[in-house]
């Protein structure tokens, strides 16, 4: 099952938020408050904040969005138990991956702390747009909301 059609079928309960924020880096902080405010029941808001500010920055810091006059674009689904966070970029140089490093390395962290919290992730897009979706749904394998 997609996730369209995860939320698809509890249209009752099922919601969406989406979002366009400027390229700065203070926008994080906006997202943040933006998350907490709409999910302020979320078992796992933690996870879900974390997730979120990681997708965010990578999106400021590796892509056109975080160029002057750059903007991206956070969707927020949640039904049941289940969270989505959506982050579309305005795409860069590199695929997004979870890189192996030294462990005394001080970045690149992010996408391995998003992978760690969340139930799933993934990404499609190229060097000219791009979304970034981690999935939260604990109790549920990836594969049966997916």
């Known amino acids: 099952m997609s996730l369209a059609t995860f939320f698809a079928a509890h249209p009752a309960t099922a919601q969406r938020w989406r979002r366009s924020?400027?390229?700065?880096?203070?926008?994080a902080?906006?997202?943040r408050r933006?998350?907490?405010t709409l999910l302020p029941d979320c078992p796992y808001l933690d996870e879900v904040l974390l997730a979120t500010d990681e997708l965010v920055v990578n999106a400021l810091r590796h892509t056109k969005s975080g160029q002057p006059g750059g903007a991206f674009i956070v969707e927020i689904g949640h039904c049941d138990d289940a969270?989505?966070?959506?982050?579309?970029?305005?795409?860069?140089p590199t695929e997004p991956a979870?890189?192996?490093?030294?462990?005394?390395a001080e970045s690149g962290r992010g996408l391995r702390t998003v992978a760690a919290t969340a139930t799933g992730w993934?990404?499609?897009g190229n060097d000219r747009a791009r979304v970034v979706t981690a999935v939260f749904a604990p109790g549920h394998s990836l594969?049966?909301?997916?």
């Open 21 to 27: 924020f400027p390229g700065e880096a203070e926008q």
């Open 29 to 31: 902080a906006h997202v």
């Open 34 to 36: 933006l998350v907490a």
């Open 83 to 92: 969270v989505t966070v959506a982050v579309t970029d305005q795409g860069g």
């Open 98 to 104: 979870v890189a192996d490093l030294d462990e005394y």
């Open 122 to 124: 993934g990404w499609f």
């Open 143 to 146: 594969w049966e909301i997916a």
